[in-house]
Nanobody
């Protein structure tokens, strides 16, 4: 069973940047899809971005388009989410989730990392 561990959250002022990391263990990484989701209190979980298997184009959600990039380091089994020009509405717990390339649902989730953006 794979494990996903997020890190990099914290408190940042509006306009600032953060880089979140998701380390995956227990699964071959090259054909593993990793996505970031976020959930603010009282709101539904929102898709942020996804890193497809190596060489495929990443997917960025509308809520962060133009302000976020997602990248992966296959040697470190790690996916990074770079968030720039942060806004207070980006405040949420950010989760990474994983699935194999042939699967349709994200079955493995990390514990989440809190991002707080102050105005």
């Amino acid at each position: 069973q794979e494990q996903l561990v997020e890190s990099g959250g914290g408190l940042v002022q509006a306009g600032g940047s953060l880089r979140l990391s998701c380390v995956v263990s227990g699964r071959p990484f090259s054909r593993y899809v990793v996505a970031w989701f976020r959930q603010a209190p009282g709101e539904e979980r929102d898709f942020v971005a996804a890193s497809m298997w190596s060489g495929s184009r990443p997917v960025i959600g509308d809520s962060v388009k133009g302000r976020a990039t997602i990248s992966r380091d296959n040697a470190k089994n790690t996916v990074y989410l770079q968030l720039n020009s942060l806004k207070p509405e980006d405040t949420a717990v950010y989760y990474c989730a994983g699935r194999a390339a042939h699967e349709s649902k994200f079955g493995s989730w990390g514990q989440g990392t809190q991002v707080i953006v102050s105005s």
